[in-house]
């Protein structure tokens, strides 16, 4: 079993996640697309509630054939890494070939990452290019320049209408009924 690993603080999760799982699932060897919403931000990141955040991704992606979204960082203690999420899915899953689904952003984060050789060497990354984003080796562009940074600024302001082509219909449903990221119901 072939199964690219997509993991992310999906804080809210938006289009370009939802591009990207469908993405690489058109056109790369695999056989399932695993989302795992990160548990404890590493970097000390405000985060929406992790059960929040496991919904949305389900709202968002999980209705596409070949996706599954995973909580396993919640069984994980301390801070969510990258390196120990791959280590327990392989510890339960020995015979899948992990591959980790990235940004091009990332390319010029990996010295902040738990060792990061580890974790390419368990799960070749998948590196998908973002509008906006210039890194060396970053490939083409293929997603939009979408981040939840701006959709979190859009929806404190309730821009209810610009977020429209941003974020997942059902994920801004959810959003508003939640009151989540500064904006009551």
């Given amino acids: 079993m072939r199964v690219a690993v997509f993991g992310g603080s999906f804080n809210p999760p938006h289009v370009a996640h939802l591009l990207a799982a ?66 327990r899915i392989r510890a339960g899953h020995p015979d899948w070939r992990l591959r980790l689904v990235v940004g091009a952003d990332v390319l010029a984060e990996t010295s902040k990452w738990y060792r990061w050789d580890a974790v390419r060497a368990l799960a070749p990354p998948i590196v998908l290019g973002r509008a906006g984003v210039t890194a060396p080796g970053a490939p083409a562009a293929v997603l939009p320049e979408i981040s939840s940074t701006r959709v979190r600024e859009l929806i404190a302001k309730g821009a209810w209408s610009e977020l429209a082509p941003l974020v997942p219909r059902a994920v801004l449903g959810y959003i508003r009924e939640r009151g989540l990221y500064g904006r009551p119901t």
């Fill in 22 to 87: 469908t993405f690489v699932l058109a056109t790369e060897e695999v056989d399932r697309l695993l989302v795992v919403p990160t548990h404890r931000h590493p970097f000390a990141k405000a985060l929406a509630p992790f059960d929040d955040r496991v919904a949305m991704c389900h709202a968002a992606l999980g209705w596409l054939p070949g996706v599954e979204v995973s909580r396993i960082e919640e069984e994980l203690e301390g801070d969510s890494l990258t390196l120990h999420t791959l280590e």
